[in-house]
């Protein structure tokens, strides 16, 4: 038991560093196309490449009308306007900044879910949400720390709509979870759903000639794969094996380490400059999701399914 916790907690580590990076990852895609071709493509890459995964362990899965009606919302919310926003977030704003926003998913998801779906609201939460959100709100009304490249604070705006998009998200996949529909399956029709979404958003503001312009470098296009399959797709399953082993709020708290990666990606790919308010943010924002997301020792580990991650 303790090695495969190791295992577990060894494939948590990459996958957060992987969604660090994967900013980054997006931030350089936008140099060479449009934000939103950048995610038309991205997305249908990911979900088609769980596909086979879907098939081998389930076969031709063919949800009801219940489910269907859930997963059009979760693509909606978690995939079209999430990665809508991302990639035009990241354009005007740095990775460093999308990253400490995008670490709010936690404390957020359990904010909305104690308002609409019941959950309990505890004193412990309140105040994780008071530093979490107090380091957010540092940034976005801060200027930003590389002012060489004329940034503003409409980037922080959009991150903010795009981490909101993903947790509404979250929470109908929370209710498609009460069906027993496989979470493999969730996140691959949902994924998919959301990557027609975008290229149909993408034909009626911009036309089918927009497709012309995808001329990438062979650079780009390895790391538009290694966004797509490595941190949206393989991310996601490992992420989806976590919270079946050691349960959602234990496993989103690996969610702690994705500022930390997108800042390093961002010195070290972006020549992104770190200013001490990221510092501050940065352990604002995590002592605020530490207080708000851990919960009293439990001697067995909890088994939850039927939530699912993509970035």
């Known amino acids: 038991m303790v090695k495969s916790e190791k295992t577990i907690y060894f494939i948590l580590a990459m996958v957060v560093i992987s969604w660090g990076l994967n900013i980054v990852m997006v931030k350089y895609l936008t140099q060479f196309i449009s934000p939103m071709l950048v995610a038309a493509i991205r997305m249908p890459l990911a979900g088609i490449v769980l596909l086979p995964f879907v098939f081998k362990k389930y076969g031709f899965y063919k949800p009801n009308a219940k489910q269907w009606g859930l997963l059009f919302l979760i693509g909606l919310t978690s995939i079209f306007f999430h990665q809508l926003f991302l990639a035009y977030g990241v354009v005007t704003t740095t990775a460093t900044n999308a990253s400490l926003i995008l670490g709010l998913n936690p404390l957020t998801t359990a904010l909305l879910a104690s308002i609409f779906i019941g959950e309990k609201f505890s004193m412990r939460l309140g105040l994780g949400i008071l530093f979490g959100f107090s380091g957010v709100v540092l940034v976005v009304t801060s200027k930003s720390a590389d002012s060489s490249v004329g940034l503003s604070g409409w980037g922080d705006v959009i991150m903010l709509l795009s981490m909101l998009a993903y947790v509404v998200g979250a929470l109908f996949i929370k209710k498609l979870s009460t069906t027993s529909m496989p979470t493999l399956v969730v996140t691959t029709y949902s994924t998919l759903i959301g990557g027609i979404m975008l290229n149909l958003g993408t034909v009626t503001f911009f036309g089918p000639s927009s497709y012309a312009q995808i001329h ?54 972006l020549d992104e400059k770190i200013g001490w308010i990221h510092v501050v943010a940065f352990l604002l924002t995590t002592v605020g999701i530490v207080i708000g997301t851990l919960k009293k020792r439990d001697s067995r580990l909890p088994s939850v399914g039927g939530k699912s991650v993509n970035t």
């Open 216 to 269: 990438l470098p062979a650079m780009a296009w390895a790391v538009m794969l290694m966004s797509a399959w490595g941190a949206s797709s393989l991310g996601t399953l490992g992420w989806n094996h976590g919270i079946k082993f050691l349960g959602a709020n234990k496993t989103a708290m690996f969610l702690n380490g994705l500022p930390f990666a997108s800042m390093v990606g961002g010195i070290i790919f």
